[in-house]
């Protein structure tokens, strides 16, 4: 998988006031998790800022990466688990990144279809119901795309999560999942009605 370095400074001013101070200088509040532990073992959140230019890295693309967050010459292998964005301006307000190591984690992968579906070239129309599947497996393990053969996905057809196997990663998403279809179109039905007429 991608991996990407972003750059991030410890935030010592926090509250609602010092969090739109930030945002008005171009900044953005973020969250790290898992860098640190509670005396009960649960992640202790470490505040960072980082530029809004660093993010847009991150979250202006349909890629998907294993971050390496620089926090003032500490590197953090992480993942972004949540992004706020403001509705108006649909600008970033806030980063929430989880640390990872080398046990398993959930991420959503991309999904690509390949092949020329046999239901298409009858004239039916393949539809992505699912753009990204969740998957469970050490970070050194995930690709940065899950490609799914077509080819014989016939007219009327569905494909569901549970035919979809990929070495060494676990499907978490629901196996009942509709991931792509080859409906069936205007033209297409009227060529299967006329077939059926004269025959």
Do not use: W
């Not at 992480?78 to 989880?98: M, R, S």
């Not at 940065?144 to 494909?159: A, C, F, H, Q, W």
């Not at 499907?171 to 033209?187: L, P």
């Amino acid at each position: 998988m991608k991996e990407i370095t972003i750059n991030a400074q410890v935030r010592k001013d926090l509250g609602k006031k010092a969090s739109r101070d930030l945002r008005r200088t171009g900044n953005v509040p973020a969250v790290v998790y898992g860098v640190e532990k509670d005396a009960n073992g649960a992640p202790i959140a470490q505040p960072l800022t980082i530029s809004q230019k660093e993010l847009a890295k991150l979250i202006y693309t349909p890629n998907v990466y294993i971050v390496n967050l620089n926090i003032e010459g500490k590197e953090v292998k992480a993942i972004l688990k949540e992004l706020q964005n403001d509705y108006v301006k649909d600008t970033p307000i806030h980063v929430d990144f989880y640390q990872i190591t080398d046990a398993p984690i959930v991420m959503e992968i991309p999904v690509k279809l390949n092949g020329l579906a046999e239901g298409v070239r009858a004239g039916g129309k393949l539809s992505l119901n699912i753009r990204k599947l969740k998957v469970k497996a050490p970070y050194t393990k995930f690709p940065d795309v899950l490609e799914i053969d077509v080819t014989n996905l016939g007219l009327g057809k569905s494909m569901k999560v549970e035919a979809l196997n990929f070495e060494g990663l676990e499907i978490i998403t629901s196996k009942e999942a509709v991931v792509c279809a080859v409906r069936m179109t205007r033209a297409a039905r009227a060529a299967a009605d006329a077939a059926e007429a004269e025959g």
